[in-house]
């Protein structure tokens, strides 16, 4: 069942999540994947996923789930960089949450950059 708020998800995120570190301990990344969003730029205070006081860039709700440490790129496939440690415009994703419905059978999927 598509949950309601999926049609306010006028944006578009690509998704880069982490799977590994090379032989110099850098993360590696699996193919990005685009998803549809819901993209805003604000600064909130939020507790990361250490139960660390951190200052997000971003809020995005996301139409699927994530994972810290995944790296999230606002733009289409075709525009997206190869690698998101180079990109300028690639954010860690710092804290993820699912909020689920009251019914429980859609989730919001909530990352902070």
């Not at 590696?28 to 860039?57: I, Y």
């Not at 990109?87 to 804290?95: H, L, S, T, V």
Request: glycine share 8%; charged share 25%; proline share 5%.
């Amino acid at each position: 069942m598509a949950a309601f708020w999926l049609k306010f998800y006028k944006q578009t995120a690509v998704y880069y999540a982490q799977n590994g570190t090379d032989s110099f301990g850098r993360p590696k990344f699996a193919a990005p994947v685009e998803f549809r969003c819901r993209w805003q730029q604000e600064h909130k205070l939020f507790l990361d996923g250490e139960g660390q006081q951190a200052v997000s860039d971003a809020k995005v709700m996301i139409e699927d789930a994530v994972k810290e440490g995944g790296f999230l790129f606002e733009g289409v496939l075709a525009d997206a960089p190869a690698d998101p440690l180079a990109g300028p415009d690639c954010y860690e994703i710092r804290k993820y949450e699912r909020i689920p419905d009251l019914k429980n059978k859609a989730q919001v999927h909530i990352a902070m950059l």
